[in-house]
């Protein structure tokens, strides 16, 4: 596996661990629908939350969340609808990314509520 793939990995596990500690109840990591995927669908006080990790080794060409482009929203959107439908769930939703940035075997999180809306 690529190393930016074993990153990505890394930063999705430390998402999920720091996600539990705050008490979010995880119900799926990488769920997919179609080609669109949402890595951490998460309950928490009564919503849902689609999160969008994204983990970086520097912040020279921006931060993290910079990296999600309308179009991997419009992704996103769709597999949340679709994850709802099938469960037969009626909750309100919500966006969240996690930004992750790895360095010298460190990791710093950052939780962006409401991050983006559907679209």
């Known amino acids: 596996m690529a190393q930016h793939n074993d990153l990505g990995t890394e930063g999705e596990k430390r998402a999920v661990a720091y996600l539990q500690k705050k008490g979010y109840q995880i119900l799926q990591t990488n769920y997919r629908f179609i080609k669109s995927e949402v890595d951490i669908i998460a309950k928490h006080?009564?919503?849902?939350?689609?999160?969008e990790v994204?983990?970086?080794?520097t912040?020279?060409?921006?931060?993290?969340?910079?990296?999600?482009k309308p179009s991997q929203i419009k992704s996103i959107v769709t597999a949340v609808n679709a994850y709802m439908e099938?469960?037969?769930?009626?909750?309100?939703v919500?966006?969240?990314?996690?930004?992750?940035?790895?360095?010298?075997n460190t990791?710093?999180?950052e939780h962006i509520d409401d991050a983006f809306l559907a679209i």
């Open 45 to 51: 006080q009564n919503q849902l939350i689609a999160i």
């Open 54 to 57: 994204k983990t970086r080794s």
């Open 59 to 68: 912040r020279n060409f921006g931060d993290p969340q910079d990296f999600v």
């Open 86 to 92: 099938q469960r037969d769930l009626d909750l309100e």
């Open 94 to 104: 919500r966006f969240d990314i996690v930004a992750v940035i790895a360095i010298n």
């Open 107 to 109: 990791f710093e999180i």
